[in-house]
């Protein structure tokens, strides 16, 4: 079987506002918006030059879920929990996105997984966001995504 992640959906309260943060925290672009009548649900897919894709969902009357305010805590829910990119370069990466609104978590340091390093943020909704940076040498046999 051949399959590859297509995107992460997030439900979000204030859609354009989140879409604004996600592209200039992200350096996403969108590809599409739309709204379905019947349920009032509206959307827009941002995606990043590298290929991966973040949907962005949201619908009058909706109530706020799961805000964990760390991994930790949101491992005790059932269900979505987060999302993760992976980068070259943990620091800077954390220290843009903190400058540009995100929620500190967990700043970068050791991961579970040997040679990776990680770090936590949270969107402007507190939605929450692990950042990645691999060791090159120690995941050279992996192809990429």
């Known amino acids: 079987m051949t399959t590859r992640l297509d995107h992460v959906g997030v439900n979000v309260r204030d859609l354009a506002a989140q879409t604004d943060w996600y592209r200039g925290a992200f350096g996403l672009r969108t590809v599409f918006e739309f709204h379905l009548d019947g ?14 894709r973040v949907e962005l969902l949201a619908r009058p009357g909706s109530a706020a879920g799961l805000r964990a305010p760390d991994p930790l805590t949101a491992a005790l829910t059932e269900g979505y929990g987060h999302f993760a990119v992976t980068t070259p370069e943990l620091d800077p990466v954390y220290a843009a996105l903190v400058a540009h609104g995100a929620g500190e978590v967990m700043k970068p340091g050791p991961s ?9 943020v949270s969107d402007p909704e507190g939605n929450l966001i692990e950042i990645i940076e691999k060791n090159v040498e120690q995941h050279a046999d992996r192809k990429p995504e």
């Open 39 to 52: 349920p009032g649900l509206s959307g827009v897919v941002l995606e990043h030059p590298h290929g991966w």
């Open 112 to 120: 579970p997984e040997p040679g990776v390093r990680m770090a936590w």
